[in-house]
């Protein structure tokens, strides 16, 4: 378990935002960072500006706020970018993990929990996936966790501990790159199609960006689960004409129409075995798909 003050990197981003305000509420000492120096209107509340590349601004901070241990969330988020932004996606992540685990090993920080992604695997085919399976991404977004995590492994050798977790596809209404799920939404309230060139028969696991920050909360105080990668997902592989059918029950004006075929953007994964993060952090999902997705509509019409 760690000891110290806790630096979120990227805070203001929806994972970040929602582990700052989990931490908080758990008695954690939280010193939020992000890449951005005006805070943004929806977030709830100011967080140090810090970008992270090179190692001495990164290292300052770490004395300065005399930190303990670090949740690293910032970097190019997405698959979506990749295409178009290879080498911004892959020197922005590669880049800071590294610079970041530097600055970490001089100041003595005793743990990272790192923000990876089930886009590590690369297409896996239709069967179970654990953590033993070899990351095989072949996109820039998923070759880029999959490089950080190896740079976890890296330094662990100079005592720098760390939790590497693999999220699936995380939503939450403050996400701000493209989610289907805030789309079908925000377009059956503003009483606008949503028409997509894939997604009929297309299959994608989704976890609630609470559920991750819980995980984080895990993995800074598990004393047994370090040194290794754990699934976060909500256990469940939903078609996203499954996802429509939810989200047209709730709101029945919604017209969504998708073409059959796979999203270009993103990877066939198969089933994420959750078994060890249930094991080894003490962690499992708590909200569901159809529950998620009232929480967002309750958020998007304001009425939460």
């Known amino acids: 378990m760690t000891s110290g003050r806790v630096l979120i990197t990227g805070a203001y981003g929806l994972i970040g935002h929602e582990t700052v305000l989990a931490l908080r509420s758990a008695g954690f000492d939280v010193v939020p960072s992000d890449i951005l120096s005006e805070r943004p209107g929806d977030a709830a509340f100011e967080a140090v500006p810090l970008a992270i590349s090179g190692v001495a601004p990164i290292l300052q901070v770490l004395k300065e706020h005399r930190i303990g241990s670090i949740v690293h969330t910032a970097g190019v988020s997405g698959p ?121 028969g297309f299959s994608r696991q989704f976890v609630h960006v609470s559920d991750v920050a819980a995980s984080v909360h895990a993995a800074l105080t598990t004393s047994t689960g370090v040194q290794r990668a754990y699934n976060i997902s909500d256990g469940m592989r939903y078609p996203l004409d499954e996802v429509a059918r939810l989200v047209r029950d709730r709101l029945p004006l919604a017209r969504i129409d998708l073409a059959d075929g796979p999203d270009p953007d993103d990877i066939l994964c198969g089933q994420l075995d959750i078994s060890a993060a249930r094991a080894g952090l003490d962690w499992a999902p708590r909200i569901d798909l159809p529950t998620g997705i009232d929480e967002m509509i309750m958020a998007l019409t304001g009425r939460q």
């Open 80 to 200: 979506m970018l990749g295409k178009s932004r290879p080498h911004s996606v892959l020197s922005t992540n590669v880049g800071g993990a590294l610079d970041l685990y530097e600055a970490a090993r001089l100041a003595s920080v005793q743990r990272i929990v790192l923000t990876s992604s089930a886009g590590a695997y690369g297409d896996t085919g239709e069967g179970i996936v654990d953590e033993s399976m070899p990351l095989k991404a072949t996109s820039a977004y998923g070759v880029s966790k999959l490089c950080a995590e190896q740079i976890a492994h890296a330094y662990a050798h100079h005592d720098v501990e760390s939790v590497i977790l693999r999220p699936s596809w995380v939503y939450g209404h403050r996400r701000r790159t493209e989610c289907v799920i805030k789309m079908m939404i925000a377009d059956a309230l503003a009483h606008a199609p949503t028409r997509l060139p894939y997604g009929a």
